[in-house]
């Protein structure tokens, strides 16, 4: 599990407030509790509808992790840095 | 709003109106046809075109199959292409629900007429955080209408995301803006909701979707279950306010009846026989109206199934087909009945002309049976039809309930110049006749065959209680089963009083010695008469003899006188001439004298 890259995807519409918000929140975790081991895909769905049925995406922004499983969804602007790492399942390492 | 939206409107009717003809150029709602059966003559055409409808009701009252067949007979008989978005079943899940119909999504599907969208949140893969709205819903919800080009989309059960998220706020504000959005796209929409306490649904949906709302419930009375519908509110539009009956069987829905909210039928002078002469004599000779209603009750046993038999049997000869609904026996046993009175369905039912439906009223609710009864008349398209007996029904449903079916039955069979006859159990124990009492203001004919006691024996006799628009017969009738057939004969008004039966034949038959003893005394009589008058004619006779042998006599005398007075007379001159002679000559002459 310490050697697994962690495959993040970001589903928004377009760049809205939320979704930069959301963006920038989950860099901001990833840069923290797993530095260089993880990839996030963004997926604006404006571009790619086609892509929201697959993930079963209603709500926007939503956080995916792919990898590890299982798979595990985030929605919202992910302010809420105890949940969202709570819901990514990332214990930090130091508390 | 409404100013804009009516200018739309008005636009979009116009152009409508250039491009089709068949639209009348008049400002009312524009209404989506749902093809469901009954349905959009109870909506006067259906639902609000481009705008949401919700339809409401309990679990398993019928909401994923009436929403189902909206979009499939969209895509099937009004070439709309539509979506399903279901957050309840998977598509192979509904693929497989609707095949119990005869839908078959999959080649909708390929068809590019149909496209299904499982949406689903499972709860515990999921955390919240922060704000949120449901663009992805939308962003799937255009692409999926986009895709195919639908008209049509249906959300069912949208309620459900409320189980999946938890932030209602979010939520609430996210659906006035989906339900918007969705008359923006010009898309007719059914939004299906469960039932709440106090609600129409559970999270107050109506008050998002104020256009149109039907509510499906699912009644069990007495054991037996039936489905309603009702349209609660359909704003901008006249429809039908009650509670109707729908039925869900292999063909779809079925919401009935909305054939006659009028009574504006057409009417017919031609005449049908009943197929008993007599009683087309009762009848101002000529039988019954077409597509009329009739009644014929009566005690057990007093041949009512015959009559039936008989009108059927008629109906068949005249090359019209005929529709017999028993409830009570099968068909076969009614069959082999009739062969004993010389009737033989048989042949007719081998011909096609006749069709039985046998099945026990408890079977399923009142208006099962007349949804079953309104689509096999629909599809057999009768002449005539039998329902053997009525009163069978009362075990399904009150007397008021059976009332209303009849009503509407009989509407629509009028509408279809359908001719109808119900049979009736009356019990004697029962001073006042219930069902055929409750009844008998709707039918045009009613026939009433009673038995009669006396003398220790039970004979039957058939008065007509009733026969708008003819003449008819006020007699009573004894009607007699033989082998030969049903007939109806003249009772027997002696002083005495009204006779029947054997009571009747010995009438008859005393009348006829009656007959036989005068003839012969008559008879006897002639025969004094004319001997009185041989032995006259005798006397005359011998008279006459006697006369003529008297005349004889006295012819006689006088010949006899005239033949001496002439030979006198001869002799005379004789004896002149010898005296002239002698003294001429010698008197040897003197000397002979």
Same mark, same amino acid.
């Given at each position: 599990?310490?050697?697994?890259?962690?495959?993040?995807?970001?589903?928004?519409?377009? &760049?809205?407030?939320?979704?930069?918000?959301?963006?920038?929140?989950?860099?901001?975790?990833?840069?923290?509790?797993? &530095?260089? &081991?993880?990839?996030?895909?963004?997926?604006?769905?404006?571009?790619?509808?086609?892509?929201?049925?697959?993930?079963?995406?209603?709500?926007?922004?939503?956080?995916?992790?792919?990898?590890?499983?299982?798979?595990?969804k985030i929605i919202g602007d992910l302010s809420n840095e105890e949940k969202v790492l709570v819901g990514l399942n990332i214990r930090p390492v130091n508390k | 709003m409404t100013a804009a939206f009516n200018l739309n409107e008005k636009n979009y009717f116009n152009k409508m109106a250039t491009k089709k003809e068949k639209t009348p150029p008049k400002l009312t709602l524009e209404k989506t046809p749902t093809g469901i059966v009954g349905l959009d003559e109870l909506t006067g055409g259906g639902i609000p075109q481009g705008r949401p409808t919700l339809v409401c009701g309990e679990p398993g009252c019928g909401k994923t199959l009436l929403s189902l067949e909206f979009i499939v007979r969209g895509a099937t008989e009004f070439n709309e292409p539509g979506v399903f978005i279901a957050f309840e079943e998977k598509s192979e899940e509904l693929a497989i629900n609707a095949a119990s119909l005869g839908f078959d999504l999959g080649k909708l599907q390929n068809d590019g007429l149909l496209k299904i969208d499982h949406i689903y949140i499972e709860r515990s893969e999921i955390e919240e955080t922060g704000e949120y709205d449901l663009e992805g819903l939308f962003i799937r919800l255009d692409h999926a209408i986009n895709v195919i080009g639908a008209k049509r989309v249906v959300l069912d059960t949208i309620e459900n995301l409320f189980s999946?998220?938890?932030?209602?706020?979010?939520?609430?504000?996210?659906?006035?803006?989906?339900?918007?959005?969705?008359?923006?796209?010009?898309?007719?929409?059914?939004?299906?909701?469960?039932?709440?306490?106090?609600?129409?649904?559970?999270?107050?949906?109506?008050?998002?979707?104020s256009d149109c709302v039907i509510l499906l419930e699912h009644r069990v009375v007495n054991k037996i279950s039936t489905r309603f519908l009702r349209i609660v509110k359909y704003r901008g539009s006249v429809h039908g306010t009650n509670e109707y009956p729908f039925l869900i069987d292999s063909e779809g829905i079925s919401v009935l009846p909305v054939t006659s909210l009028l009574l504006a039928h057409e009417v017919s002078t031609d005449r049908i026989s009943s197929g008993i002469p007599v009683l087309d004599d009762m009848l101002g000779g000529k039988g019954f109206y077409r597509g009329s209603s009739i009644l014929v009750s009566g005690t057990a046993g007093t041949g009512k199934t015959s009559i039936a038999a008989y009108f059927a049997d008629s109906t068949c000869k005249r090359k019209e087909r005929c529709v017999y609904f028993a409830f009570e026996e099968s068909p076969q046993q009614i069959i082999r009945n009739m062969k004993s009175i010389g009737v033989d369905l048989d042949t007719h039912i081998k011909k096609g002309l006749l069709q039985f439906h046998a099945s026990r009223p408890t079977l399923f609710g009142l208006e099962m049976h007349l949804v079953s009864i309104y689509k096999t008349i629909k599809k057999f398209k009768p002449q005539t039809v039998i329902l053997d007996p009525i009163t069978n029904l009362i075990t399904v449903g009150s007397v008021s309930e059976v009332k209303s079916m009849l009503i509407r039955l009989i509407d629509f069979l009028q509408a279809e110049q359908i001719t109808v006859m119900f049979t009736a159990l009356t019990l004697n124990t029962i001073v006042s006749e219930q069902t055929d009492e409750g009844v008998s203001s709707l039918v045009d004919a009613w026939l009433l065959v009673r038995d009669i006691e006396t003398n220790g024996e039970r004979n039957r006799g058939m008065y007509i209680m009733k026969s708008r628009g003819m003449k008819h017969s006020n007699q009573v009738r004894e009607f007699v089963i033989r082998d030969s057939g049903l007939d109806l004969v003249d009772v027997f008004l002696g002083p005495e009083g009204v006779l029947t039966g054997s009571a009747r034949e010995a009438e008859q038959l005393k009348l006829q010695a009656g007959h036989v003893l005068r003839d012969f005394a008559v008879g006897r009589k002639d025969k004094e008469i004319q001997r009185k008058r041989t032995v006259l004619e005798a006397k005359i006779t011998s008279l006459k003899e006697e006369f003529e042998s008297v005349a004889d006599e006295l012819n006689k005398s006088y010949q006899e006188e005239d033949l001496r007075n002439s030979v006198m007379e001869k002799n005379r001159a004789a004896l002149t001439n010898i005296r002239n002679n002698k003294e001429a000559a010698t008197g040897k002459n003197r000397k002979a004298n």
């Open positions: 599990m310490e050697e697994q890259t962690w495959e993040l995807r970001l589903y928004v519409a377009g &760049k809205t407030a939320k979704s930069v918000t959301a963006l920038a929140n989950l860099k901001k975790y990833c840069e923290e509790h797993l &530095k260089g &081991k993880y990839v996030i895909e963004i997926i604006d769905l404006l571009l790619q509808p086609q892509l929201a049925e697959g993930d079963q995406i209603l709500a926007i922004p939503t956080l995916v992790r792919k990898v590890p499983e299982p798979i595990r | 999946g998220l938890s932030n209602q706020a979010i939520l609430r504000s996210e659906l006035r803006r989906l339900f918007q959005w969705l008359k923006d796209k010009n898309v007719t929409a059914i939004i299906t909701g469960e039932k709440g306490d106090g609600l129409l649904t559970r999270q107050g949906l109506e008050e998002y979707v």
